[in-house]
């Protein structure tokens, strides 16, 4: 008995927020996207919005659209992946940007490795690249650290090690914060860090409230705060040499 071709899982970039599709995918990618029927999201409801946003033609409701658990064993992960075992393309979506770049669907793209399922990345926004690329801070070396500690001691010891890592090695820090804390974290920057160290605050990318600025610390602590509460936001952080 013949094994069918497998498919293929195609890893599908979605918006940073309100905005058309051309302004945030070329059409070749939108055209895939808009053909699959099989999809593995990390919510349903977000993604189904999504696929609105790219004029996905297909009836949503008669469309598989499954959820990632944040905790699934191989069993569940080969049950997602069944489609492609069968021969069908599956289209993998975050909330927001890159699928499996700082994000739990690299969990199903190992997998899919691991079955011999083709994984095929698809060109889209990244807030990550979008923000160490239009910071000006050094994009030879980084890191990205995704959520720093909530509680406010361990996150100032976090920070105080962000920086004095970035002044030894001269590498761009990336972190991120749950949106309605972005004032605290930028209060904890402005109190820790070095006025010669500098910080770019990147908000909203690729849409029309965009906001990216790099300054100082010291030139921060001088100017007027940005309106960042509540908004997706991106800290990058460089370190001046001792």
């Known amino acids: 008995m013949n094994t069918p071709a497998r498919g293929t899982l195609f890893l599908v970039p979605v918006s940073l927020g309100e905005c058309g599709w051309t302004s945030f995918l070329p059409a070749d990618v939108q055209q895939c996207?808009?053909?699959?029927?099989?999809?593995?999201?990390?919510?349903?409801?977000?993604?189904?919005?999504?696929?609105?946003?790219?004029?996905?033609?297909?009836?949503?409701?008669?469309?598989?659209?499954?959820?990632?658990?944040?905790?699934?064993?191989?069993?569940?992960?080969?049950?997602?992946?069944?489609p492609a075992l069968e021969g069908?393309?599956?289209?993998?979506?975050?909330?927001?940007?890159?699928?499996?770049?700082?994000?739990?669907?690299?969990?199903?793209?190992?997998?899919?490795?691991?079955?011999?399922?083709?994984?095929?990345?698809?060109?889209?926004?990244?807030?990550?690249?979008?923000?160490?690329?239009?910071?000006?801070?050094?994009g030879q070396s980084f890191a990205f650290h995704g959520y720093l500690p909530v509680q406010e001691g361990e996150r100032d010891t976090s920070l105080r090690g962000l920086e004095d890592e970035s002044r030894r090695f001269g590498r761009t820090q990336i972190f991120i914060e749950t949106p309605y804390r972005n004032d605290r974290m930028l209060d904890a920057l402005l109190k820790i860090c070095s006025p010669e160290t500098r910080l770019c605050i990147a908000c909203d990318l690729s849409t029309a409230n965009e906001y990216l600025v790099t300054r100082t610390i010291g030139a921060w602590r001088k100017a007027e705060r940005p309106c960042i509460a509540k908004r997706p936001a991106l800290f990058l952080l460089l370190a001046g040499s001792a």
Not at 37 to 61: C, M, S, T, W, Y
């Open 33 to 82: 996207a808009a053909r699959l029927q099989h999809f593995v999201v990390e919510n349903a409801r977000a993604a189904r919005a999504h696929l609105k946003q790219i004029d996905f033609p297909g009836v949503l409701r008669d469309t598989d659209i499954r959820e990632l658990p944040d905790k699934a064993s191989n069993a569940v992960l080969d049950a997602l992946l069944a």
């Open 88 to 138: 069908r393309d599956i289209g993998l979506m975050s909330d927001a940007g890159c699928p499996a770049v700082a994000d739990p669907g690299a969990r199903l793209v190992a997998r899919a490795h691991a079955l011999g399922i083709r994984v095929a990345p698809m060109v889209g926004p990244s807030s990550i690249l979008l923000g160490l690329m239009g910071s000006g801070l050094n």
